[in-house]
Nanobody
Framework: QVQLVESGGGLVQPGGSLRLSCAAS????????MSWVRQAPGKGLEWLSD????????YYTDSVKGRFTISRDNAKNTLYLQMNSLKPEDTAVYYC?????????WGQGTQVTVSS
């Protein structure tokens, strides 16, 4: 079955960096686009970024463009999110997401807290 396991979150000061990872299993990772989504305290889900499967094209929401970089290693079945210049408003639980045959799959999430 599909499994997505995020890691790499933590507490970081404003202006700092983190790299999130999402280990995928149970499907042919290289065949599917993947996404990162976050949920800040008391708010709804916010889509952040996509990376497609064919040519690695990437897409970002405006609030993270230029600061976050999505990437994938198909040999390791792993999705990444490099986050730089972090701001307190980036505090959230971060999830990787797969849409496969009309179903949405989510990991358990990893907490990112940006605070001095």
């Amino acid at each position: 079955q599909v499994q997505l396991v995020e890691s790499g979150g933590g507490l970081v000061q404003p202006g700092g960096s983190l790299r999130l990872s999402c280990a995928a299993s149970g499907f042919t990772f290289s065949n599917y686009a993947m996404s990162w989504v976050r949920q800040a305290p008391g708010k709804g889900l916010e889509w952040l970024s996509d990376i497609n499967s064919s040519d690695g094209s990437t897409y970002y929401t405006d609030s993270v463009k230029g600061r976050f970089t999505i990437s994938r290693d198909n040999a390791k079945n792993t999705l990444y999110l490099q986050m730089n210049s972090l701001k307190p408003e980036d505090t959230a639980v971060y999830y990787c997401n797969l849409e496969k045959r009309g179903f949405q799959y989510w990991g358990q999430g990893t907490q990112v807290t940006v605070s001095s």
